[in-house]
């Protein structure tokens, strides 16, 4: 009688590839940001190899390639604040040779996701002092004030939330105060003074 025959060859349990490996290239994006933003471990193309791509056919040295190529971008696109637009043109131009279409377009939803948490984290590394954590404002009638029955003066009510420094246990704490328009425009005149200083120290 003849049965069917069964392929009894021991294989080896499936590799997978380093370019269709989003699940393993992830895990490296967390470790990069951890590492360098978040007080974890030193990484280095050994530790990645052994940590992130033990079960994969990628070897230590493209390994450190990879994890070289990632630090890169995302040390620049942190310094920068780049948009996301800016951040997918340095993948682009920064990962060629290194990183599939598919991990490209993995690595720019990951910034999309994650620079604003990136951004925060830079942000207190580099502030000692007090900061502000959001601001809000409205605008109101004045109608009367000390020795004037009526004014019909617009002014604007502004307030601001001050985040303590980082090494402060002190709490957040609220400021409001008033501008009527020509203080107003002073104020704007001068943060725009501000504004120009801080692009031309950047440019």
């Given at each position: 009688q003849t049965g069917k025959l069964?392929?009894?060859?021991?294989?080896?349990?499936?590799?997978?590839?380093?370019?269709?490996?989003?699940?393993?290239?992830?895990?490296?994006?967390?470790s990069v940001v951890s590492s360098l933003y978040e007080g974890g471990p030193v990484l280095s193309a050994a530790s990645v190899h052994g940590d992130v791509y033990a079960d994969t056919d990628v070897s230590a040295a493209a390994a450190g390639s990879l994890l070289q190529v990632v630090q890169t971008v995302i040390q620049k696109a942190a310094h920068d604040d780049l948009d996301v637009d800016a951040f997918e043109a340095l993948v682009q131009s920064t990962s060629q040779g290194t990183l599939s279409p598919a991990l490209q377009e993995l690595f720019v939803k990951f910034w999309r996701a994650q620079k604003a948490?990136?951004?925060?984290?830079?942000?207190?590394?580099?502030?000692?002092?007090?900061?502000?954590?959001?601001?809000?404002?409205?605008?109101?009638?004045?109608?009367?004030?000390?020795?004037?029955?009526?004014?019909?003066?617009?002014?604007?009510?502004?307030?601001?939330?001050?985040?303590?420094?980082?090494?402060?246990?002190?709490?957040?704490?609220?400021?409001?105060?008033?501008?009527?328009?020509?203080?107003?425009?002073?104020?704007?005149?001068?943060?725009?003074?501000?504004?120009?200083?801080?692009?031309a120290r950047t440019t």
């Open positions: 069964y392929d009894r060859t021991i294989r080896p349990p499936l590799i997978v590839s380093l370019m269709e490996s989003p699940k393993h290239f992830g895990a490296l994006l967390s948490k990136i951004h925060e984290l830079v942000f207190k590394r580099v502030t000692w002092n007090n900061s502000m954590q959001k601001m809000a404002w409205r605008i109101d009638v004045k109608t009367k004030s000390k020795g004037v029955a009526e004014i019909n003066e617009p002014t604007a009510i502004v307030e601001f939330t001050v985040q303590p420094a980082v090494t402060s246990k002190a709490s957040s704490k609220l400021v409001r105060f008033e501008l009527d328009q020509a203080q107003l425009a002073q104020t704007l005149k001068d943060i725009n003074a501000i504004q120009q200083q801080l692009v």
